[in-house]
Nanobody
């Protein structure tokens, strides 16, 4: 069974930065794709950033491009999301997800991911 454990969520002021971490219970290169998703109250969950761990290709939602960076540390089996210039609209529960299949057009679509963490809250005021 795959376990994903997020951390790093916090309350920050607009313009601030946070780095989220997602520790995986197995080598992240064993996944075809991994991603960060978020869900704000009353809204649907949306894809934020995704990566092909084997090749390093990254994908971002338009709303976070040039502000967020997804990365990985293979030695630590950990996925990161560096978030800069945070805005109030970034407030949400952030989830890490992993999928054994290589991500295609659906890499930022949550229903295609099989493994999920419990989430970490980010609040921007």
């Amino acid at each position: 069974q795959v376990q994903l454990v997020e951390s790093g969520g916090d309350s920050v002021q607009a313009g601030g930065s946070l780095r989220l971490s997602c520790a995986a219970s197995r080598t992240i290169n064993s996944f075809g794709c991994m991603g960060w998703f978020r869900q704000a109250p009353g809204k649907e969950r949306e894809g934020v950033a995704s990566i092909h761990p084997g090749g390093g290709n990254t994908y971002y939602a338009d709303s976070v491009k040039d502000r967020f960076t997804i990365s990985q540390d293979n030695a630590k089996n950990t996925l990161y999301l560096q978030m800069n210039d945070l805005k109030p609209e970034d407030t949400a529960m952030y989830y890490c997800a992993a999928e054994p299949r290589y991500g295609g057009y659906w890499i930022l679509i949550d229903v295609h991911y099989n493994y999920w963490g419990q989430g970490t809250q980010v609040t921007v005021s």
